[in-house]
């Protein structure tokens, strides 16, 4: 009789354990318990078009066609719920607005969104996302194509909070932001006063003058030289690439094209990515620089930012011209006796018109400097959601040539300082840098340190 009532007390504490240790398994810590999060997005940025010859003005972003939500715990783990998808108009609003409230776990401690991307990607599957897919966007108003389809706006992990209202209930604020930077190129070169002819005529004809026997009126020097006086005509830019970019956004090196690359006979550079470069015609054709980028156009490109602890983590851009040169040399080589000065000079004995050269030439821009306060900083690396603009005008004082820069007038001429013409055929041979003007997806400036 004892014996049976020990079994029976055996099998009661058995069916005790079993019922405690199916309760513990259904119920970890308390993650059963349901709780009001309250979502909200904050309002979106304006953005670009994308497109070749895109408007310089701004589409503001009203509101995505999906966003879809991400839940993590505090050690970063997926909860349950892992992935929430907003479709509908209603649910957007919502998460735009006020907030869009929904159910979620105790665990849930943390919240990510991938918005405006087609289709349900994680954040860390953009790793994968090609550059070149994001080159050809039309604008907000292009339904198939657009920026705001292709390009993702992404969130980075928030954290969930007690809502000041209610402590019961959580919220969340969530920044989507483009996972790019952009680079946008306008405005044109200009060739220097002092580079253009009425200058270099000016020069020849008053300080260039050859003596004759008996003349008082000549052009002398201390030392015998050779005077080179230049102009340009026919000035137009070929072509805008970038460099040295990143093709996704886990790349682990850059694609990087050297001038070993470039077909000097053809005047292509071969192997270059077409998404990345526009070609323009020459100049007075119908897709020529100035017809192409009329008041308000840009070349843009989106890039994928590099770490700033990576010292090559900046694009490169390659900007591709084409001039025609006059060049008349003085040569200053007659040894003379001059009465005013009561000593010998050296006279210009003629001037000598050279063959005119039609030349191609790369300007690399390497190095970027931004604005902070008073002082311009070096860029180190782009950052994603910002617009990064260059003025291509910034580059003109490299054609600067014949006298010191920033001559109007023949009347500000104080000094005759002919410059080498530099005449690179080939990509990275000629470097400047440029003071860029960058904003938060609105768009920021680069200014120019030319070398």
Request: glycine share 6%.
């Amino acid at each position: 009789m004892r014996s049976r009532i020990h079994n029976i007390v055996l099998l009661a504490s058995m069916l005790l354990t079993f019922v405690a240790i199916t309760s513990c398994n259904n119920s970890p810590e308390g993650s059963d318990e349901e709780l009001t999060l309250l979502i909200k997005l904050s309002p979106t940025h304006p953005f670009r078009t994308i497109e070749q010859g895109a408007a310089n003005d701004s589409y503001t972003v009203g509101t995505y066609k999906s966003i879809t939500l991400f839940f993590y715990d505090a050690q970063d783990n997926p909860t349950e719920p892992y992935r929430v998808e907003l479709k509908s108009d209603a649910d957007i609003a919502e998460a735009m607005g006020d907030g869009y409230k929904m159910k979620v776990r105790q665990s849930v401690a943390q919240v990510s969104a991938v918005a405006g991307r087609s289709g349900v990607l994680k954040p860390d599957n953009l790793n994968a996302l090609s550059i070149y897919d994001l080159q050809t966007l039309g604008g907000a108003d292009d339904a198939t194509n657009s920026f705001l389809r292709s390009v993702p706006y992404v969130a980075s992990k928030a954290p969930v909070k007690p809502l000041p209202s209610d402590p019961n209930k959580l919220t969340v604020d969530l920044e989507p932001k483009p996972n790019v930077a952009r680079l946008e190129v306008s405005g044109d070169i200009t060739i220097p006063t002092e580079s253009q002819k009425t200058i270099a005529d000016w020069i020849v004809n008053n300080k260039m003058i050859p003596y004759a026997k008996g003349a008082t009126n000549y052009s002398y020097v201390a030392s015998p030289c050779e005077l080179p006086i230049r102009y340009i005509e026919d000035f137009t830019i070929r072509g805008i690439y970038l460099n040295n970019y990143k093709e996704t956004v886990g790349a682990a090196s850059r694609n990087f094209l050297a001038s070993d690359k470039y077909d000097t006979t053809g005047k292509v550079w071969t192997g270059h990515r077409t998404e990345m470069h526009t070609l323009f015609g020459a100049l007075n054709e119908t897709n020529d620089y100035a017809k192409t980028m009329t008041t308000g156009k840009v070349d843009a490109y989106q890039i994928y930012p590099g770490e700033d602890t990576d010292p090559e983590a900046l694009d490169h851009i390659i900007v591709e011209v084409e001039y025609t040169l006059h060049t008349r040399v003085g040569y200053f080589d007659a040894f003379v006796y001059n009465k005013d000065k009561s000593d010998y000079v050296y006279a210009c004995s003629r001037v000598e018109t050279k063959p005119v050269q039609k030349l191609r030439r790369f300007i690399t821009i390497r190095k970027f400097l931004v604005t902070k306060g008073t002082k311009d900083e070096s860029l180190v690396a782009f950052e994603a959601g910002k617009i990064y603009r260059i003025n291509l005008n910034y580059l003109s004082p490299l054609f600067s040539m014949n006298t010191n820069p920033g001559i109007d007038e023949t009347d500000d001429i104080t000094e005759i300082t002919p410059r080498r013409e530099r005449t690179d055929e080939l990509p990275e041979e000629t470097t400047a840098a440029v003071l860029v003007d960058v904003s938060g997806w609105t768009h920021i400036n680069i200014d120019t340190e030319l070398e």
